[in-house]
């Protein structure tokens, strides 16, 4: 590619055409920018209905919730968030999203990594069952762990003649935490990966580095971005998720309840500021998960673009 | 160190990749795998780098089986077309990371490897960008840099894939010359592969041939132009011109005769096949014999202090392609439409068809 052919940004003939385009703009002959954009009023009207709706829509709601939340004041917000069924459900949320997280990261990494790195037979079946979570109601998915693990599961007579409690207990959270989370990281992964190619670990390979070396010292740091964004996403369905978890937990205060579980329970027993300031909590991790993911897909962005100019840029 | 590639195959699906090539690499050559696209080249260098395994056959390094031998265990350094210079790190530790991760008995200290790679960044003439990231190099630069990478670990083969292919046409030449002489500095056994014939007519000891998967001739630059082993090679190796016909007393009946002025080995009967380079030309007004074409002047382009024709020919659809230095063309005082006539000086002569080939063409 030559940089004769396609000029940059900042270069004098762009500089020239864009100072061009402002003065064609806004002489009153220059109607060439009216003639391709629509009339003012339809602008702002359209701008005006999507403000309108996403108020109405997203941050509304969001403040109801935090209105709710602390309807009775600071004191009743600070006694249902520091009531001990409360911090239980914190807990039990944090633990389903610190296995179900980091096992969804090993799973995805390695799963996109043989998926974007090597030709195999059934690649298709195996990106396809990926996705099956994404596709399947939560319900189901909770159901599904009721099946195996129940009293008449296939596995349940085994775990309950040895004493294990699966099912309406931590075990079962976690499992179907993990199965909902579970195409989050791949996702994620295989189009940066596919990207990237294999060139790098080969030139890491003829130089003497083993697999480890390999994969610690080039291919991580080239997903780094891609991988945190996959975290991020994983982790707030994690701890969001409601559906398969609901059917599986068996809703034991104080023991088999994560926080939107904790939630439910709350506003069924009318208790609507417990309730709101428990969601409130859920909102606010919603709100730093935006910021983060905002911050994060600049990065992804940055490593696919670094991708295409390493490959393209050759000049 | 001397390579001997026996026998090698290597399918992909169902494409044939590599149909059963054997080679002989002496030590410290630099030794250039030439074809088209789909020739097998890449392939066959990546057998040798252990990036690919055959399907059979085997590959010796100084005589030792090396063909289950881990890519980490080959002592190869291999330069990739688009560099593959890792990102996230700079030039510095790209050159280093041969060294750093090395396991830890024979790890070098932290002094030697910073002495090493200076001296690898002084040799490729970049040593003012050890702290900078790849994508702020030029192409040039980031090749230079691969390849002080691969000699970072002292390879035994150095393996180069279309080292210029991405380069533009200026710096692809002050590379070629760059290669070359460091080359015969290091003395490191190399293999590359290229598409350009020219390149590796100039910067190769000896030049590799392959075509759909099977070697069509080795030798040196010289010995594969002047005796090209097949129509392919010859085609392959420039800009030339066909003849058909059958051969009689050494004389090709095609249209006009055309003398081989050559012994041709070639039985009287059967068809011939017979290619003129279009330098090998003789061009004059007047025809002082039988075996001149008659031509008529249909095209002419001045590029630099050539000028390239192209004829004519009665009963021949393919025009007639010849170039003359401008002087001489300028003697002859014609223009296009002008009737001369044409009369090879150096003809080879094949009883085999040629096969299809890309070859350069002219765009006139």
């Known amino acids: ?315 | 160190m001397s390579i001997h590639i026996d026998n090698v195959r290597k399918n992909f699906g169902t494409f044939e990749a590599l149909a059963g090539v054997s080679l002989d690499i002496p030590s410290g050559e630099l030794v250039a795998l030439l074809g088209p696209s789909g020739s097998g080249k890449t392939t066959l260098l990546r057998i040798l780098a252990g990036l690919e395994a055959p399907d059979s056959g085997r590959i010796l390094f100084e005589g030792r089986d090396a063909t289950n031998d881990h890519v980490r265990e080959r002592q190869v350094g291999f330069v990739f077309q688009h560099y593959a210079l890792f990102r996230h790190l700079t030039i510095f530790e790209n050159v280093a990371y041969g060294l750093r991760v090395k396991p830890k008995a024979s790890r070098p200290a932290d002094s030697y490897i910073n002495d090493r790679v200076n001296d690898l960044l002084k040799l490729v003439q970049l040593d003012w960008l050890g702290d900078r990231y790849p994508n702020q190099l030029s192409g040039g630069q980031r090749q230079r840099i691969a390849l002080a990478r691969a000699l970072a670990v002292e390879p035994k083969l150095l393996l180069l894939d279309e080292p210029f292919g991405a380069l533009d046409a200026k710096v692809r030449l002050e590379l070629r010359h760059w290669l070359r002489r460091l080359h015969d500095d290091l003395g490191i056994t190399s293999v590359f592969v290229t598409h350009d014939q020219e390149e590796a007519m100039e910067v190769s000891d000896r030049v590799v041939i392959l075509n759909q998967g099977r070697i069509e001739q080795v030798g040196t630059p010289e010995e594969v132009y002047d005796a090209p082993a097949s129509p392919f090679v010859h085609e392959f190796l420039g800009l030339t011109n066909l003849f058909t016909g059958n051969l009689r007393q050494e004389v090709l009946a095609a249209g006009r005769n055309i003398k081989i002025t050559e012994e041709s080995g070639l039985d009287d009967k059967g068809g011939a096949y017979a290619y003129v380079r279009p330098y090998d030309f003789e061009v004059s007004p007047q025809a002082d014999g039988e075996d001149w074409l008659a031509a008529e002047l249909a095209l002419s382009q001045t590029v630099g202090n050539i000028v390239r024709l192209s004829f004519r020919v009665a009963g021949r659809e393919e025009p007639v392609r010849v170039e003359l230095e401008k002087e001489r063309f300028r003697a002859l005082r014609v223009g296009v439409g002008a009737k001369l006539f044409l009369k090879p000086r150096h003809v080879q002569v094949f009883s085999k068809a040629p096969v299809a080939v890309e070859t350069p063409a002219w765009e006139i």
């Open chain 1, 1 to 315: 590619m030559s940089p004769s052919v396609f000029s940059t940004p900042d270069s004098p003939s762009a500089a020239a055409a864009r100072a061009r385009a402002e003065e064609v703009a806004n002489t009153p002959s220059g109607r060439l920018r009216q003639a391709v954009g629509e009339p003012t009023w339809v602008r702002r009207l359209l701008i005006g209905l999507a403000l309108f709706f996403i108020a109405l829509i997203l941050l509304v709601p969001l403040a109801a919730v935090f209105h709710q939340a602390f309807a009775k004041g600071f004191s009743g917000y600070w006694e249902a968030i520091s009531s001990p069924d409360t911090w239980s459900a914190v807990k039990l949320t944090l633990i389903a999203c610190g296995i179900a997280v980091p096992f969804n990261v090993v799973f995805g990494v390695a799963a996109a990594w043989c998926i974007a790195k090597f030709d195999f037979k059934g690649k298709n079946f195996l990106i396809t069952l990926i996705d099956l979570p994404f596709s399947i109601s939560p319900v189901i998915s909770g159901l599904v762990f009721v099946l195996l693990f129940g009293a008449q599961g296939w596995f349940g007579e085994f775990f309950i003649d040895h004493g294990i409690r699966i099912l309406f207990a931590v075990p079962a959270i976690v499992l179907a935490t993990i199965f909902v989370t579970f195409p989050f990281v791949a996702r994620e992964l295989i189009p940066v990966m596919q990207a990237q190619g294999t060139e790098e670990e080969e030139a890491s390979i003829t130089l003497g580095a083993n697999g480890w070396q390999t994969f610690w010292r080039i291919t991580l740091p080239n997903i780094k971005w891609g991988l945190l964004y996959g975290v991020v996403l994983c982790n707030a369905r994690a701890m969001g998720e409601f559906g398969a978890v609901s059917v599986v937990s068996g809703h034991i205060r104080g023991e088999t309840n994560t926080l939107p579980l904790h939630v439910e329970i709350l506003y069924n027993e009318y208790d609507f500021t417990g309730a709101f300031a428990v969601a409130s909590l859920l909102a606010f991790l919603a709100v730093i998960t935006l910021i983060v993911k905002k911050v994060l897909e600049r990065g992804v962005r940055s490593e696919i673009q670094e991708i295409r100019a390493s490959k393209e840029g050759a000049v």
